[in-house]
T-cell receptor, first 115, second 114 residues
């Protein structure tokens, strides 16, 4: 596609339910990132995928959070047993390769509200 | 760990005037890159400008320019001839040359008055 696509755009879920957030990166981009943006805050790194390498999971806040990337393309971020503090905008980004000067292209995010 | 600080939660500028957004960072690395991203209400982060730390010349993109002071670890964004469409959240970000992730500051909300 023309840009990074995320779905759903908005998600309201009940506390304790599991949710899945989807990210479709730009075709051909090998790197994919997930960030979390809490209300009025900056972006917090969650997880990073690069090609077939093991993902960098160092930013995941708890074992309730997991992510996978199938076939080096689409990625799904799963949050199990959601808590109210999980409410945030979840942003996905992709890029050609990694590091340095590489520009990361962002999607419009999924706004998750846990009630 | 690297940290990025934006000390101005909100800034306001009159249309057609110039405004400067501040950013400081902390790192022990010498080879890194700095970025300014714009986030309009649509939530999509858009790259405004980027700077390589080993370059002394400040980056410029049309009405946007930076003042990069490596010794002071300062990376401010200057917006000239401000337009209504410039109103947004602006985030400063850092990445090591060999690094993967971007580290973001807390953001500055820019309001443009007509």
């Amino acid at each position: 596609g023309a840009g990074v696509s995320q779905s759903p755009s908005n998600k309201v879920t009940e506390k304790g339910k599991d949710v899945e957030l989807r990210c479709d990166p730009i075709s051909g981009h090998t790197a994919l990132y997930w960030y979390r943006q809490s209300l009025g805050q900056g972006l917090e790194f969650l997880i990073y995928f690069q090609g077939n390498s093991a993902p960098d999971k160092s930013g995941l806040p708890s074992d309730r959070f997991s992510a996978e990337r199938t076939g080096g393309s689409v990625s799904t971020l799963t949050i199990q047993r959601t808590q109210q503090e999980d409410s945030a905008v979840y942003l996905c980004a992709s890029s050609w390769g990694t590091g340095g000067y590489t520009e990361a292209f962002f999607g419009q995010g999924t706004r998750l509200t846990v009630v | 760990a690297q940290t990025v600080t934006q000390s101005q939660p909100e800034m306001s500028v009159q249309e057609a005037e110039t405004v400067t957004l501040s950013c400081t960072y902390d790192t022990s690395e010498s080879d890194y890159y700095l970025f300014w991203y714009k986030q309009p209400p649509s939530r999509q982060m858009i790259l405004v400008i980027r700077q390589e730390a080993y370059k002394q010349q400040n980056a410029t993109e049309n009405r946007f320019s930076v003042n990069f002071q490596k010794a002071a670890k300062s990376f401010s964004l200057k917006i000239s001839d401000s337009q209504l469409g410039d109103a947004a959240m602006y985030f400063c970000a850092y990445r090591e040359n060999a690094g993967n992730m971007l580290t973001f500051g807390g953001g500055t909300r820019l309001m443009v008055k007509p």
